[in-house]
């Protein structure tokens, strides 16, 4: 959670909580007037995360607003910047105009200079251009494409985390 500030009334954005793993480091990373918001569309993530993680950190930390908003990043009724945006969407199963849709959305809602921290799981992309179909081969080639000039765009940093399972690339840029 290197992404996150550790300044007072941050505002954080997790995109994707999936169950909850990043979400509940980022909970520890949270102080009395911070902001912490929750995009996820799968419904049944959204109730796990509320009732395992959400529900008693509220209770414990009434000074802390969190909000769940369990709808597409468009229509979550998110205002302003966010001061990091940690997202755990699996962009490699994603057709790649879609990708970059949601990294101009999530850019538009970063503050300059914050931090958007994300991951993908190592080989993916080879294994992908290797045994793919061919048009999974072609979209991969693309994908590889978009990735670098995004990452040359908003001065990339990226770490290997191979304690993992299984091991993955977190990948953090700018907002301009």
Same mark, same amino acid.
């Given at each position: 959670?290197?992404?996150?500030?550790?300044? @007072?009334?941050?505002?954080?954005?997790?995109?994707?909580?999936?169950?909850?793993?990043?979400?509940?480091?980022?909970?520890?990373? !949270?102080?009395?007037?911070?902001?912490?918001?929750?995009?996820?569309?799968?419904?049944?993530?959204?109730?796990a995360?509320?009732?395992?993680?959400?529900?008693?950190?509220?209770?414990?930390?009434p000074?802390?607003?969190?909000?769940?908003?369990?709808?597409?990043?468009?229509?979550?009724n998110?205002?302003?910047?966010?001061?990091?945006?940690?997202?755990? !969407?699996p962009?490699?199963?994603?057709p790649?105009?879609?990708?970059?849709?949601?990294?101009?959305?999530?850019?538009d809602? !970063?503050?300059?200079? @914050?931090? !958007?921290?994300?991951?993908?799981?190592?080989?993916?992309?080879?294994?992908?251009?290797?045994f793919?179909?061919?048009?999974i081969?072609?979209?991969?080639?693309?994908?590889?494409?978009?990735?670098? @000039?995004?990452y040359?765009?908003?001065?990339?940093?990226q770490?290997t985390?191979?304690?993992?399972?299984?091991?993955?690339?977190?990948?953090?840029?700018?907002?301009?």
């Open positions: 959670m290197q992404s996150i500030p550790d300044c @007072a009334n941050k505002r954080v954005l997790e995109v994707g909580c999936g169950t909850g793993a990043f979400t509940k480091e980022i909970l520890k990373k !949270l102080q009395d007037g911070d902001e912490f918001h929750i995009v996820e569309l799968c419904p049944d993530f959204c109730e995360v509320e009732t395992t993680l959400l529900k008693q950190f509220r209770e414990e930390n000074n802390i607003v969190v909000s769940l908003h369990n709808a597409p990043i468009e229509e979550a998110l205002e302003g910047n966010f001061d990091a945006i940690i997202c755990g !969407l962009f490699n199963n994603f790649l105009k879609l990708v970059e849709h949601l990294f101009k959305v999530m850019f809602f !970063l503050s300059q200079g @914050a931090e !958007l921290a994300y991951f993908e799981y190592l080989g993916m992309r080879g294994l992908k251009r290797t793919g179909f061919p048009s081969r072609r979209e991969t080639k693309q994908r590889t494409k978009n990735i670098d @000039a995004r040359k765009k908003q001065s990339g940093k770490e985390v191979w304690r993992n399972i299984p091991s993955c690339r977190v990948v953090r840029l700018k907002g301009c």
